[in-house]
């Protein structure tokens, strides 16, 4: 999923080790009222004076469970205990302001998680049900192709996905790109779905972690979404309400991530992986770079393209090797593959033999698209507004020769934000059909006026757009490209 959480943030605090195991945790799960239980007991009924008491106690360290039990009480009660924004703010800004260890950390997405609805699975393949999460990027489409081969190889995918916002791209915009998919399924519709179909690619119902729905809103006009701790429990409580097996989490680095330092993204990897653990869900982090477009399409109906072309193994060599990775850890984490090789080998074979592809034509009739869309490649690009009269492409050619050394893209996805393939603000409307398509590859040798980039726009492009997209390709000397994947986690 593209997430909602910010592109650039300063980690208030560094949560490392391990938190409780799976069956340690396991008596809380769905017993909320347990949370109510704790060494140190309020006596404070005033909600004032309550949030007043737990920033004091975030500050000073000393939290503890009846701290983070009544914070979510207070956050989502419809019994008269809820509380009032400014209570609520006073709590976040002081998480923002001195953060929290770890095990809180851990406690708050399980308080978090616990708040709505969980996803509840058969007990004969509750454990084959798997997910993964990315904290965003250029071109980053993975979900697309990765839930359908997942589900071709056997396990069981409720992808809750988000928006895309900024300079990344989000997994529902790109979905509907294609005429009549539906991303707003009700929970008892994706139960269903997953359980017939393999998986389901979906967006968060009204029912699922509340408590995140309003701290988020409440985080995003107070200036406390940059808190290494609140955007942990964020992410993962809605991870945990899918009552996943295993989990995957796509941290990536770079200038055009949310985290340009590795170090960040290293923290929030750790952080990240050590909540999920706490709600007992087997997780891996994966760091990976961010500084290239991943594949060739910067939009949304042009990746949808790409990412179909990648389930009939015909996809980027970047895109497949992070689809074969993620897919290849989730089927060993579960014990359906021997080992990681194994594992994506089976990724990989079910991108080339068209089992995947299959797999996800069938989850997007299912919901809504009409099976008609899929049976050319004339009727796909017409369905997705590629052959609209109005769409004009354009080519910019390289004005010198040598190979291609980088391709910037933060500077390409800012241009493409301008042609209104993204979002400057939550209430702007997408213009599927825009986008950009990187003709070329790194290390690719270069002859002057070969052309390097394709431009789907609808106004004529002006000349410092065509300026910015021209100074995104650096030529010079020969190079190799290199893996996007920089360490594993966990």
Known sequence: MASSEP??????TSLVGLMRKYSRILP??????????STRKSTVSDPTMRSAEIARNIQRGEVDESDIHDLIQGVVSRDGGRWPDEEVVMVLKSIFEHGLESENTGRLTLGMMQSGEILTWPEEWKHLVVDKHSTGGVGDKVSIPLAPALAACGLKVPMIS???LGHTGGTLDKLESIPGFNVQLR?????????EIGFAMVGQTEDLVPADRRMYALRDVTGTVASLPLITSSIVSKKAAESLSALVLDVKHGRAAFMTEREDAMRLAEAMVSAATHCGIHTRAILTTMD?????????SIEIVESIETLRGN???DLEELVCAQGGALLEMVG??????????????????GSALERFIEMAVAQGVDPSVFQTEHMLYRSLGLLDPELNDTE????????VLHIDALALALVALDLGAGRKKVTDTIDHAVGILVEVDIGESMTKGQTWVTIHHRDNLSNDLISRIQNALTIGDKKDPESRIDTWIG
Request: with cysteine; hydrophobic share 30%; glycine share 12%.
């Open 162 to 164: 988000g928006r895309g």
């Open 396 to 403: 910019l050619k390289c004005d010198s020769e040598g190979y």
């Open 7 to 12: 592109r650039n943030w300063t980690p208030t």
């Open 315 to 317: 996809g980027p060599s």
């Open 187 to 195: 929970t008892q519709s994706i139960q269903d779905q997953v359980a």
């Open 28 to 37: 809380l799960v769905g017993q909320w009222s347990s949370f109510s239980k």
């Open 336 to 353: 359906v593959a021997e080992d990681f090789e194994s594992g994506s080998i089976a990724i990989l074979d079910s991108l080339h033999d």
């Open 292 to 300: 290239l477009p991943l594949g060739s399409a910067i939009g949304n």
